[in-house]
């Protein structure tokens, strides 16, 4: 298994990360792009996985498929496009890097122009599989 990095814009918060993987994006705006871009410059494997922090609940068995691609990819769940979790190859930072340069920060437009694999899954929307946690709600369904 490879290393697990925390890319965030502060070093320290409510969280108090004593873990030495943490890579501090310098960037004023506020866009996934952004941490992408950091994670791909400083990272030295082949592939990444980008997940955000509003995902912590996914499946080992996803990210594996995702792993199989060798290539830059992400899935499609019950029709609709899911950026994350995000399979992307280390030499796609130069592109990520000319895109901040031209302010396109449009990540959907820039996995198109990357011509991003798109797998194909549907009905894994559980507590286990793939969960994303945008609004209180979404946790209490834990309870």
Same mark, same amino acid.
């Given at each position: 298994m490879g290393k697990v990095y925390i890319i965030t814009k502060v070093k320290r918060g409510p969280?108090?990360?004593?873990? +030495?993987?943490? /890579?501090? =994006?310098?960037? =004023? =705006?506020?866009?996934? @792009?952004? &941490? /992408? %871009?950091? &994670?791909? +410059? %400083?990272?030295?494997? +082949?592939?990444? @996985?980008? /997940?955000p922090v509003d995902m912590p609940? /996914?499946?080992? $068995? *996803? @990210?594996?498929? *995702?792993? $199989?691609l060798r290539s830059n990819a992400c899935y499609e769940i019950n029709g609709k496009l899911n950026i994350f979790p995000l399979l992307l190859k280390k030499e796609t930072f130069l592109y990520f890097e000319n895109c901040i340069k031209t302010r396109n920060f449009k990540l959907r437009d820039i996995l198109k122009a990357l011509k991003v694999k798109v797998k194909k899954e549907k009905n894994i929307y559980n507590l286990t599989s793939f969960r994303n946690f945008n609004y209180k709600k979404d946790i209490l369904k834990l309870y």
């Open positions: 969280l108090n990360f004593k873990n +030495k993987n943490i /890579i501090v =994006e310098k960037f =004023e =705006e506020f866009a996934p @792009i952004f &941490g /992408i %871009y950091t &994670g791909l +410059k %400083y990272t030295k494997t +082949k592939f990444n @996985i980008f /997940i609940l /996914i499946s080992l $068995r *996803l @990210i594996a498929n *995702l792993l $199989r």
